[in-house]
């Protein structure tokens, strides 16, 4: 049986799809009414008409010829020596904001970073990145919400007036007993943790506490009590043949996702002549990304998980012949999988997103019994960049409200936001003494602080980072600091009186602790940017038995909530909330939902009728307000809902956009629960409209998707794809076919390991100028990314296979867009390149028409310094992000991928310098070179070596609309599920 794909459920019930018609000719009018209604009306002549054509041709003619005038002009003689004028310059660092860490390369044009790439030199993110670190240098330019000096009190202090009293009231405190706290986010630098172990000493009194408001507590605390470490271990997703995940987004924003979407991708990969495939089984609430790539997806309410650890606990040690735990559930998911994983025992990977130490106990007992440690599971180079443990703050606040802390250091937290109990915070930190923060941008937390001494964004700083055991990599400046502002460090430094810079600490640290070498193998490291020690010998764990049965008993006792149960999760975009005034973030579609600008209360179809309600209705949760998305994938009787939102206090961009949901996160047994099952949640009148891009392009039935099941895949490799080889022998022509006797530049993208994550969108964002045009324009279809990525559902709405599919010009040879241009603005290039010549564009936008896949913009307004669209292009600052070597486009172009042909002639310029050939993926356009997966493969067709050669020759590539025969240069390789079910 055909499988039918379905972008909505409006779509797939055959609803009837509002009418995007914000773009067209009001009816009843013609073209001539928008020009001017007055001639319009005029009696037509032939003088009438050669007077009308005139005019819209010289003023097509002087619109795109024209530009702003050069109003100042500086000559660079004397430039800086390491400076070339119009050569970027690259330079390593890193990225950590407190729970995601990614070695990165940062480019730099003329002193502006202006761009970031992956570190392949790094053997924990090799070369991958996520959206949030390639919109980071954005916020580096956000001179609206940084903060420019010091303050105290609300009002404009000096760093030395500052330092002063605040060292005076420090040495006061620590002399009198008192308790000083530095309240931070997680820290994974050993240079810092060695300096506040020096301030520690300094200071008598002073103790940290790690905060983190999505915390992995629950592992690190079962961990402590199985193995004796409080560690994350290191999760080899690469040599797993059967994955079970329990809630865990290990793909989208759980623990490490760049590392383990690269690892994840190699178990999935058949380009590589391996002819097998892991098995994926996901049992989740909300519809995830990882849930999307899974074979097999099971939705659960959050409170039937501890049922389903224990019953396949239990099915696991029958099998083993041990004792087994107390009854849980009995589902036929788990009865299959239990015999799956028994049979890959040593090669399976069972993971939980749970923060309940006794279920992450119960996980550790099942990999403990499929024997995956030492074997999927290695607690020899563990993941450090997860500290915090929640009770921890919770007797912090406690403390705070009972008057017994002196001094309170807040260090990259945002507690009064981001703390399940706001009211006691806010109460807390009235009765410390003295409070200080150190961050870089204004917050709700800081409101209530004494003083505000804001750090550097970290492309200005200085620092290191051991994100795992033995895995080193250190953080330069790209920049100075634009404002005056200070490294933390160094504030430290200054309180103790201890001599020099943050630098001259860090460079002396990592001489003599890390490196134990001189001056050269310092700047060796500080040019790759990583250092790794030699990997210890891999070491037995022995778990602790003792633990599990009164986990299991404790599991037993807890009972499924018979209410409707609210989850709250991250999203690729906001995170936890620290980048909600990040403008590329805020637009960015979540890959499932496809919703920008908001967070919604994700509803399956039946819920939304048992609470009466429909999408666009507002639901009150506890008193707060959100509005309704009829989700498929959604378990029934639950609510999703992101966190990250609501800000009140953080930036033009952040501030009134969606509802802080941090408030219905519950603490029990010394954890803090991203769930609810106590909520009350209750009908409102109100109606709110959503921006949504799901259906802004659509399918109307055509064989966009094509995938199969590996057992047909092994039978005939190109199962699913039969449809391509039927084109091919259709498509024959007259016409001699173009020959391109140089390079022909084509592109590949593998379905298989697409995740959806949209690292790739922000890449070309930032790299081609693209703005962002806010929810009302989205919400008008007007949306200006070059690169989108589809998403398209098939099956059963209560639990739909999802498909992600990358979708951006598709470089056809035969191109329909170029024959309608009247002026020739969109063209072909001797390379194979659907190029555009902005000056030229009149914006009659016939190529958008005659676009069978939707992938062309047209700029409705001048974006750039407009105040109407005051997001990244409208000041002096904010422009210093953008890539001289792209257009910024005027109002009435048209504008679309260009395969980075920026990139494509630096590479060629550089070989032809070095007077060499171009390598074999030595061009990397900028979604290629941002993807965690290696999803997209690019190179030159004519060189039958090159992969993208390679992978068109594959069986399993085809194109988009073959039928059309439009010849496209973008290829996808068809999708193989590992799974039985609707075999091909």
């Keep these: 049986m055909e499988k039918k794909y379905w972008k909505s459920t409006e779509e797939l019930n055959n609803q009837v799809v509002p009418d995007y018609n914000e773009n067209l000719i009001p009816e009843g009018k013609n073209l001539l009414d928008l020009i001017d209604e007055e001639i319009a009306q005029k009696p037509s002549s032939r003088r009438n008409f050669l007077k009308f054509c005139g005019f819209s041709f010289a003023t097509a003619a002087i619109a795109s010829s024209c530009e702003n005038p ?95 009293e605040i060292s005076a009231s420090l040495r006061t405190i620590s002399a009198a007993g008192g308790t000083i706290v530095l309240l931070t986010s997680n820290i994974i630098s050993p240079a ?22 999505v915390s992995a507590s629950g592992i690190l605390m079962a961990n402590r009590d199985c193995y004796g470490q409080a560690v994350i271990p290191d999760y080899l997703f690469d040599k797993a043949e059967v994955i079970a995940s329990f809630s865990a987004d290990f793909l989208g924003t759980w623990l490490s996702p760049v590392e383990y979407t690269a690892r994840y991708a190699q178990s999935r990969n058949l380009t590589n002549g391996e002819k097998k495939l892991s098995y994926h089984i996901q049992f989740e609430t909300g519809l995830t990304i990882t849930g999307s790539k899974a ?27 041990q004792a087994t735990a107390p009854a849980g559930a009995t589902h036929e998911a788990i009865t299959a999988l239990a015999g799956r994983l028994w049979e890959s025992k040593g090669k399976s990977l069972v993971v939980s997103g749970s923060n309940d130490p006794n279920q992450q106990i119960m996980v550790n007992a099942i990999n403990q019994l499929l024997e995956n440690n030492g074997a999927t599971i290695g607690f020899e180079t563990p993941l450090l960049t997860r500290q915090a443990i929640d009770n921890e703050m919770e ?54 602080v004494d003083y505000i001494l804001p750090s550097h964004h970290f492309l200005e700083s200085w620092d290191d980072a051991e994100p795992k055991r033995g895995f080193f990599s250190l953080s330069q400046p790209t920049i100075r600091p634009l404002f005056s502002t200070r490294q933390p460090q160094e504030s430290l430094m200054k309180w103790m009186g201890k001599e020099g810079d943050y630098y001259s600490y860090l460079k002396n640290f990592w001489m003599t602790d890390i490196l134990k070498a001189g001056e050269t193998e310092w700047k060796t490291t500080l040019q790759g940017g990583v250092f790794q020690k030699e990997t210890p010998a891999a070491t037995a764990v022995t778990l602790n038995t003792a633990i599990v049965a009164p986990a299991a008993q404790a599991l037993s006792a807890s009972k499924k909530s018979d209410s409707i149960e609210i989850s709250l999760y991250q999203n690729l975009s906001m995170g936890n909330g620290m980048h909600t005034n990040n403008p590329w973030l805020m637009e960015l579609p979540d890959p499932v939902s496809k919703i920008c600008w908001d967070n919604f209360a994700s509803l399956s179809q039946e819920t939304a009728k048992a609470l009466g309600v429909t999408a666009g ?31 009140t206090r953080f930036g033009k961009v952040a501030d009134g956009v969606g509802v802080n949901v941090y408030p219905l996160a519950t603490y029990e047994n010394g954890t803090l629960r991203l769930y609810n099952a106590a909520a009350k949640v209750e009908m409102t009148d109100r109606e709110y409209q959503l921006a949504t891009t799901q259906m802004h392009g659509s399918m109307e039935g055509r064989p966009i998707v094509r995938e199969t099941v590996l057992g047909s895949y092994l039978e005939s490799p190109d199962a699913g794809n039969e449809l391509h080889a039927e084109f091919e022998k259709k498509h024959v022509t007259l016409y001699k076919e173009t020959e391109y006797k140089g390079h022909h530049w084509a592109m590949a993208i593998d379905l298989n390991a697409c995740t959806g994550c949209s690292a790739c969108v922000i890449a070309c964002q930032a790299e081609n100028n693209i703005p962002v045009v806010g929810k009302e324009e989205v919400m008008k279809t007007r949306i200006m990314h070059w690169i989108r990525i589809d998403r398209y559902y098939a099956g059963d709405e209560k639990n739909p296979e999802v498909v992600f599919q990358p979708l951006m010009c598709q470089h056809c040879d035969n191109a329909p867009c170029e024959n309608v241009c009247p002026v020739s603005a969109t063209n072909h290039s001797s390379e194979g390149l659907n190029q555009m010549a902005y000056n030229r564009c009149i914006g009659t936008k016939y190529c958008i028409n005659n676009c069978p896949y939707k992938v062309r913009r047209f700029n409705w307004f001048r974006y750039a310094t407009n105040q109407k669209f005051d997001y990244n292009m409208n000041d002096d600052l904010s422009r210093m992000v953008l890539n001289p070597d792209v257009t910024v486009r005027e109002r009435g172009v048209v504008e679309k991928c260009s395969l980075c042909v920026q990139r494509i002639q630096e590479k060629k310029l550089l070989a032809k310098t070095e007077n060499r050939p171009l390598q074999d993926g030595e061009i990397l356009p900028a979604c290629a070179q941002g993807c965690p997966s290696k999803a997209i493969v690019f190179g030159d067709l004519n060189d039958p070596q090159s992969r993208v050669s390679q992978l068109f020759k594959d069986p399993r590539n085809y194109h988009l609309l073959e039928e059309l025969h439009t010849l496209p240069k973008v290829g996808y390789l068809t999708l193989v599920r590992n799974s039985d079910e609707n075999k091909a």
């Design 617 to 647: 209705n507002v639901l009150n949760i506890n008193g707060l307000e959100v509005p309704v998305f009829l989700q498929p994938g959604q378990a029934g009787g639950t609510i999703s809902i992101a966190l990250g939102y609501g800000h």
């Design 70 to 164: 050069v109003k100042k002009a500086i000559p660079y003689l004397n430039k800086p020596e390491d400076v070339t004028p119009g050569m970027a310059s690259h330079y390593a660092t890193s990225y950590f904001d407190g729970s995601e860490y990614n070695s990165i390369l940062v480019k730099v044009r003329d002193g502006r970073p202006i761009k970031i790439e992956g570190n392949t030199l790094s053997d924990v993110t090799k070369g991958g990145t996520t959206a949030r670190v390639q919109a980071s240098v954005l916020s580096l330019y956000d001179g609206l919400s940084r903060h420019k000096s010091p303050m105290k009190k609300g009002a404009d202090t000096n760093w030395a007036s500052a330092d002063a």
């Design 395 to 448: 007797e912090l606040v406690g403390q705070m409200n009972a008057g017994s802390i002196g001094e309170l250091i807040l260090w990259n937290v945002n507690p009064v936001y981001d703390y399940y109990k706001p009211e006691a915070f806010i109460s807390g930190i009235g009765k410390v003494k003295l409070t200080v923060s150190f961050n870089p941008v204004m917050d709700e937390t800081q409101e209530y």
């Design 192 to 213: 810092t943790k060695k300096l506040i172990e020096e301030f520690k000493a300094a200071f008598p009194g002073v103790r940290q506490v790690v905060y983190d408001p």
């Design 295 to 321: 074979d097999k997806r099971v939705p659960v309410k959050p409170s039937e998980e501890a049922g389903l650890l224990l019953q396949l606990y239990n099915e696991i040690a029958a099998k083993a012949g």
